[in-house]
């Protein structure tokens, strides 16, 4: 049974219409990331079903209930916000035992369910600190703990990452992660950031402009895109596009190599000119145009950080390949197609 | 090897940019602030200190000093010990009422509706119209013949004519009426220190309470006033020291009657030391509250500040 089913889910705001039918189900225990840019609707969406916002249309369904006008206190699930949402005058303790509080549970529950999650996110050695008195990583084992106390049927994390620096939010996703699949709590995960989506997701759900675009595996989101806003979401730097008769033609700019660097199997043939190389250290990515075809972006190219330096000199023009089975098509409207 | 001589290094007058020194500038910018409070508060503080322990009146002008005398026969003077009780009463009865309905106010106007802002810049009203001009309505309002309010009660059929309230006529409904006019004077302060604080409150702190379970009582109760708290105290440090010294609305609704039942302190001092030219005896009546004031405020900056979060 899905924990957590959106049927047709729309939400207008005026004269925005933020979600425009969203359907999706997430079975029992599975990671889902709700991934797409900023103000594509994937917030709004979460907030319609934690119950903070009411859908304009659409059924939400809650471990088999039909929770449309169900408050949120009612729905049994928990919400663990950007900027996590601390009560600010409480102290940890009191900040983990809230949600339990609320529904009226015993004092020796409280207790030893708080002892649980601390232990459970490590914490135990906060409980009696206030929120400020904890770092940004701290914080949001706070907050999960919060959001697990009351062992929610879903748990919906909203850029949980955001307010972390780069090297915190490596090791943070890793934790959540981890502790997502030894609680087995059914999660639901926003965020714009791709690493964090293909990293910790069981499935993906790319989202633009209020509608999914695929759902899908992040393997499948990766090498499989439904459609070109997906091929260029994904992926840094995007799939290359060449526009040829007003259909498109994608390729991964790992899978666009020198000629030379291609042995076996049937590959297309592009002459590439050479613009500007970046050295990153692991990788190098070259940047330039193919002959004959328009593209809006630069054509990239990701090849090994050593090795091509020598022979692609900015401004000349090199043979490259793509094998046939790396290519994938798009039709005028941008979406797959099996052949040009 | 040969050495070079250096010029002379030129050294700038030591006042050219005296003007670029944090502390010469900002002693400059803040002297005529503390000139101001010393002259006018400082300087009739202390004049204050000194009639009150002296026999001065304006008939027999004599800096004798007399010690805590005058303290002693204000505090053995039943109606100074009314005035007292008075203060406090009209002091913490009308700001309970203004912040009760000040926090409502502003949880109605944080609410959009249609003419919001047209409500919100009425509700100023108040606290902005003279308290004279206020005053004089509200006297006609509770007039013992042309009350408008006895006339919508006896028109709506509460009460009879016969038994219409006498509202400044009687000693615990004019006190009433003091203590309502000045809650009427005070809640849109109270709207407005309410409405700073609860937008202050981020959004996700209030939706995570509402996720958590929080019903509307237990979000306003439990999570939004603890954490505007501070605001609020320091909202009602002032509403305190402003209504505790006050005594326009008294003298002018009720002159301290019937028979000093809304008599305050700052009301008694006035009639005392100005009115009836005792100035030593009016001195020590406001004096008083000095003591009183000081130990609530310093209570309550401590309170917040361990409060602070």
């Known amino acids: ?340 | 090897m040969a050495t070079i001589a250096e010029p002379a290094a030129r050294t700038a007058s030591r006042f050219r940019f005296i003007l670029d020194r944090r502390e010469v500038l900002g002693s400059i910018f803040v002297a005529p602030a503390i000139l101001y409070v010393l002259l006018l508060v400082g300087v009739p503080f202390l004049l204050a200190v000194y009639y009150s322990v002296s026999a001065y009146t304006i008939y027999d002008p004599s800096w004798r000093f007399v010690g805590l005398t005058n303290f002693r026969q204000i505090l053995q003077n039943p109606v100074f010990l009314e005035t007292l009780e008075n203060t406090f009463l009209f002091t913490f009865a009308s700001q309970l009422l203004g912040l009760i309905l000040g926090k409502f106010g502003a949880l109605l106007l944080l609410r959009p509706f249609p003419g919001r802002k047209i409500v919100r810049a009425l509700i100023i009203l108040p606290w902005a119209v003279p308290i004279a001009l206020a005053s004089v309505a509200w006297e006609w309002m509770f007039d013992s013949l042309y009350s408008v309010i006895n006339w919508t009660m006896i028109t709506l059929g509460i009460i009879d004519r016969s038994e219409a309230p006498n509202w400044l006529g009687n000693p615990h409904l004019a006190m009433l009426c003091v203590i309502v006019v000045n809650a009427w004077r005070f809640f849109p302060f109270a709207i407005v220190i309410f409405l700073a604080g609860i937008t202050s409150v981020p959004q996700d702190i209030i939706d995570a309470a509402t996720v958590d379970g929080a019903g509307f009582w237990r979000r306003n109760y439990q999570i939004i006033l603890p954490m505007i708290f501070p605001i609020v105290a320091v909202g009602l440090i002032f509403g305190i020291v402003f209504t505790f010294t006050d005594l326009s609305i008294v003298f002018l609704l009720t002159n301290g009657g019937p028979i000093n039942a809304t008599s305050v302190l700052g009301f008694q001092g006035f009639q005392v030391g100005i009115l009836s030219g005792d100035v030593s005896h009016g001195a020590a009546i406001s004096l008083f509250m000095l003591p009183v004031l000081l130990l609530m405020v310093v209570g309550m900056l401590r309170f917040i500040r361990r409060r602070e979060i």
């Open chain 1, 1 to 340: 049974m899905a924990a957590v089913l959106a049927q047709n889910i729309v939400k207008r705001f005026e004269n925005v219409l933020a979600v425009n039918g969203i359907t999706l189900a997430v079975p029992d225990g599975e990671f889902v990331v709700l991934l797409g840019p900023s103000g594509c609707g994937k917030t709004t969406f979460l907030r319609i079903i934690c119950g903070l916002e009411r859908q304009t249309s659409g059924n939400l369904i809650i471990a088999g209930d039909i929770v449309n006008d169900v408050p949120p206190r009612a729905r049994g699930v928990a919400m663990m916000f950007q900027s996590y949402g601390l009560y600010p005058h409480y102290t940890v303790r009191n900040n983990i035992a809230f949600p339990l509080r609320t529904q009226r549970v015993g004092r020796a529950v409280i207790e030893s369910k708080v002892d649980w999650a601390s232990r459970l996110l490590g914490i135990e050695h906060l409980l009696d600190r206030r929120p400020r008195q904890l770092s940004g990583g701290e914080r949001q084992r706070v907050a999960l703990a919060r959001a697990l106390v009351r062992e929610p049927t879903a748990l919906l994390l909203d850029e949980p990452l955001s307010n972390l620096d780069a090297k915190l939010r490596a090791s943070a996703r890793q934790d959540i992660k981890q502790f997502q699949r030894r609680v087995g709590v059914t999660t639901i995960y926003v965020t714009h950031d791709q690493v964090e989506a293909m990293g910790m997701g069981d499935r993906i759900a790319v989202i633009d402009r209020g509608k999914i675009r695929q759902v899908g595996t992040p393997a499948e989101i990766y090498d499989e895109p439904a459609d070109r806003f997906v091929a260029t979401f994904v992926g840094t730097p995007p799939m290359n596009l060449l526009t040829h008769n007003g259909a498109h033609l994608g390729f991964r700019p790992e899978n666009f190599l020198p000629k030379e660097m291609i042995r076996g199997g049937d590959f297309s043939e592009f002459s590439f000119r050479v613009d500007r190389s970046e050295y990153l250290g692991s990788e190098r990515i070259v940047y330039g145009a193919i002959e004959g075809f328009d593209s809006s972006q630069p054509i990239t190219a990701k090849l090994p950080a050593h090795g091509a330096e020598q022979t692609l000199r900015p401004g000349e023009w090199h043979p490259f390949a793509v094998r046939n089975k790396d290519l994938r098509y798009f039709d005028q409207d941008g979406k797959r197609t099996d052949r040009h």
